[in-house]
């Protein structure tokens, strides 16, 4: 075993009905005026607001709602969301969505708390996050697992880029979770939620530190798991067995557990979050065009983690240790493909680029070239545009 520090404070609810005992979570957790975030107006139309705001008012909780966060989530958006909170002088930050909501309701939680910075300096210039007001979630989306994770991830508006922010502090203090309010979600949405918690773990697992058996299992568990129930999910959004395995693997798969004892990769996630910034694409859907790309690209480096991913989570046991590498990267893009994921630019949606477009992708991945991306293989400028050569058609 490696040595790791693992702290996850959430405390989750979860269940049919979990959302009912929102308001008690609440004041369990010190909120008496809270700022509700959400985004589009699915939760207004499958009447989930209306629930959670009659439920604040039956329990004489104060709060004020602000709708209209969007996918890929922008930082001026949470500057306004922040000077609102701070007017109606509130304590609690409550997100009602999935991994947009919750990121951009923890930027307003350190902006409440700091009322005096401006929280560019978190998201852009690395500022430590040293307080945040309490985070409340009711979750509608199983993917991003901002629910419980440390991070939060805002698109620097103007300039494709994505700022992050970690902190255990914005870890949220409770997280409602009831499978039935993911019920409403169209298949591509719950398949690119599946593909985020796969890539969440298995980025974590494709390493070059040896030992922490244990965190193998739990990993390859998971992703087993999330690859069995995302084909049911996606065929039957209404199946509440297979939805609830995937609202929990989501969660487990980015709090930190599934990757304890080592270092975090997330190559595909900085190579897709420059897609996402700049092209507004669906976060799990920029993942499967590129961590094959990536996988394919790096793969002799470690050839044996490789071909046990191969062998334990899809069962390939033939082949040299090579073949079985090159296996299991071709059944992951294989089984993106089944749930109707892209894995090329023109599949995304983007069409192909010219070679300045090219260039400039790998520029904002690599700060311009003066910096590496990645830890299992760290990428310089020019590994970063043969990746995106590879999917460019």
């Not at 629930?51 to 209209?68: H, K, S, T, V």
């Not at 299992?217 to 039957?236: D, F, S, Y």
């Amino acid at each position: 075993m490696q040595n790791f520090e693992f702290y996850c404070p959430t405390e989750i609810v979860f269940g049919k009905g979990a959302e009912d005992k929102l308001a008690d979570k609440i004041k369990q957790y010190g909120g008496t005026k809270v700022f509700l975030l959400y985004g589009g107006g699915s939760i207004e139309k499958s009447g989930l607001l209306k629930r959670i705001e009659d439920n604040l008012n039956e329990a004489d909780i104060e709060f004020e709602a602000m709708g209209g966060v969007q996918p890929n989530p922008i930082l001026s958006f949470a500057k306004e969301a922040t000077a609102e909170a701070i007017d109606f002088d509130a304590d609690m930050i409550l997100a009602v969505g999935g991994g947009s909501v919750i990121d951009t309701a923890k930027a307003v939680a350190v902006g409440v708390a700091n009322p005096d910075v401006d929280i560019a300096e978190y998201w852009e210039k690395g500022r430590s996050i040293e307080s945040s007001a309490p985070i409340g979630v009711v979750l509608t989306i199983s993917a991003a697992g901002s629910e419980t994770s440390d991070s939060a991830v805002l698109t620097i508006d103007g300039t494709g880029k994505k700022g992050g922010a970690h902190s255990d502090i914005i870890r949220p203090d409770f997280a409602i979770m009831n499978p039935e309010l993911t019920f409403t979600l169209p298949p591509f949405q719950i398949a690119c939620g599946v593909a985020d918690i796969l890539m969440h773990t298995l980025e974590r697992y494709i390493t070059h530190t040896e030992g922490n058996l244990f965190t193998d299992l739990v990993a390859e568990a998971l992703m087993k798991n999330v690859i069995q129930q995302g084909r049911i999910a996606v065929a039957h959004r209404k199946n509440y067995e297979a939805m609830s395995e995937i609202m929990w693997c989501g969660s487990v798969s980015h709090n930190g557990f599934t990757g304890l004892g080592r270092e975090k990769e997330f190559s595909a996630h900085k190579l897709g979050h420059v897609l996402s910034g700049l092209y507004n694409v669906t976060h799990g859907a920029s993942l499967t065009v590129m961590w094959p790309a990536w996988a394919k690209y790096v793969y002799e480096d470690n050839p044996e983690r490789f071909a046990q991913y191969a062998e334990r989570v899809w069962g390939v046991n033939a082949g040299t240790v090579y073949e079985r590498s090159r296996a299991g990267i071709r059944l992951t893009m294989e089984f993106f493909e089944q749930i109707g994921l892209p894995t090329s630019f023109t599949k995304l949606g983007i069409g192909v680029k010219d070679a300045d477009e090219i260039e400039k992708l790998a520029n904002i991945c690599t700060s311009d070239g003066t910096k590496k991306a990645g830890v299992f293989h760290p990428m310089d400028k020019q590994d970063v545009m043969k990746i995106y050569e590879s999917v460019n058609k």
